[in-house]
T-cell receptor, first 113, second 116 residues
Framework: GDSVTQMEGPVTLSEEAFLTINCTYT??????LFWYVQYPGEGLQLLLK?????DKGSNKGFEATYRKETTSFHLEKGSVQVSDSAVYFC????????????FGKGTLLTVNP | GEEVAQTPKHLVRGEGQKAKLYCAPI?????VFWYQQVLKNEFKFLIS????????ETGMPKERFSAKCLPNSPCSLEIQATKLEDSAVYFC??????????????FGPGTRLLVL
């Protein structure tokens, strides 16, 4: 089955700093890849996704590019804000028999003013 | 509705008691998924439905867990005789009518179950 590995953090940054959260996957075939965000006390929200190699997903200043050659989907943002403080989850879906999402363990990001 | 709704938000049970969780998928979505988020943020897939039919239940501990999605009713996840290790946040997600890997699964706010 699929597996997803992401840097666990926690990551602490100052406002306007550059953010990278690494994510790599193993899967049979080419999964669709997702970044979800979980704000304190809330559920998961889709942040962005990419469904094939070299696709770039982007939303709210965040970007991630589907890299088949390195099996990676790293999340980046050029200038983080305090409101970006949350837990970020990388996930993969290869379909298979159940179309379940396979998640990484999440990365806690804290942005200080 | 436009969002996945889950009730209750919090649930506390003594070990051995029954727990029942509810999920209303987004209107028009045909697929429902249940996930369990345990300590250290790990997600475990439990079960999925296509409308009222079980699509895949390979993640379900069948001896104590059961789930249903009946027409015109919220989906439910029931745990008979809860154990301490069932303490977790249970998320429901729904997905539109096409079941494809690239389809977004939309998550509810979760139900936090604490077993004492």
């Amino acid at each position: 089955g699929d597996s997803v590995t992401q840097m666990e953090g926690p990551v602490t940054l100052s406002e306007e700093a550059f953010l990278t959260i690494n994510c790599t996957y193993t899967a049979t075939g080419y999964p669709s890849l997702f970044w979800y965000v979980q704000y304190p006390g809330e559920g998961l929200q889709l942040l962005l996704k990419a469904t094939k190699a070299d696709d770039k997903g982007s939303n709210k200043g965040f970007e991630a590019t589907y890299r088949k050659e390195t099996t990676s989907f790293h999340l980046e943002k050029g200038s983080v804000q305090v409101s970006d403080s949350a837990v970020y989850f990388c996930a993969a879906n290869s379909g298979g028999s159940n179309y379940k999402l396979t998640f990484g363990k999440g990365t806690l990001l804290t942005v200080n003013p | 509705g436009e969002e996945v709704a889950q009730t209750p938000k919090h649930l506390v049970r003594g070990e051995g008691q029954k727990a029942k969780l509810y999920c209303a998928p987004i209107k028009g979505h045909s697929y429902v998924f249940w996930y369990q988020q345990v300590l250290k943020n790990e997600f475990k897939f439990l079960i999925s439905f296509q409308n009222e039919n079980v699509f895949d239940e390979t993640g379900m501990p069948k001896e104590r867990f059961s789930a249903k999605c009946l027409p015109n009713s919220p989906c439910s996840l029931e745990i008979q005789a809860t154990k301490l290790e069932d303490s977790a946040v249970y998320f429901c997600a729904s997905s539109p009518t096409r079941l494809l890997p690239q389809e977004t699964q939309y998550f509810g706010p979760g139900t936090r179950l604490l077993v004492l």
